[in-house]
């Protein structure tokens, strides 16, 4: 099981932090990421990191402005978000995977989060 937190309401330039808790039954998994979701538009890629070597990857939109990390003892993942712009509203979701496979690519996932909504008023 999944459990996102951390969204709100920022004003444009703001900061956001978001965890993603997994909890549970305990089992192997490649990675972690982060996925979002505007009204009227696809869920899309925000980023990722892969527990080998500690590997991530982002949306082109995010880089330089968010950073994934994960605490492994504590099974739980963030997303710093930094310099927010309204074109960053969305619903968050985490997502975990169980094997590897293209980390920018929602179908590599397995297990999903119920998503934490992220508000910037500009």
């Known amino acids: 099981q999944l459990q996102a937190s951390g969204g709100g309401l920022v004003q444009a330039g703001g900061s956001l932090r978001l965890s993603c808790a997994a909890s549970?039954?305990?089992?192997?998994?490649?990675?972690m990421g982060w996925f979002r979701q505007a009204p009227g538009k696809e869920r899309e890629f925000v980023a990722a990191?892969?527990?080998?070597?500690?590997?991530?990857y982002y949306a082109d939109s995010v880089k330089g402005r968010f950073t994934i990390s994960s605490d492994n003892a504590a099974n739980t993942m963030y997303l710093q978000m930094n310099s927010l712009k309204p074109e960053d509203t969305a619903l968050y979701y985490c997502?975990?995977?169980?094997?590897?496979?293209?980390?920018?690519?929602?179908?590599?996932?397995?297990?999903w989060g119920q998503g934490t909504q992220v508000t910037v008023s500009s």
């Open positions: 990191i892969s527990w080998i070597g500690g590997t991530t």
């Open positions: 997502a975990l995977k169980i094997y590897s496979g293209n980390s920018y690519y929602s179908p590599s996932y397995d297990y």
């Open positions: 549970g039954r305990t089992f192997k998994s490649y990675g």
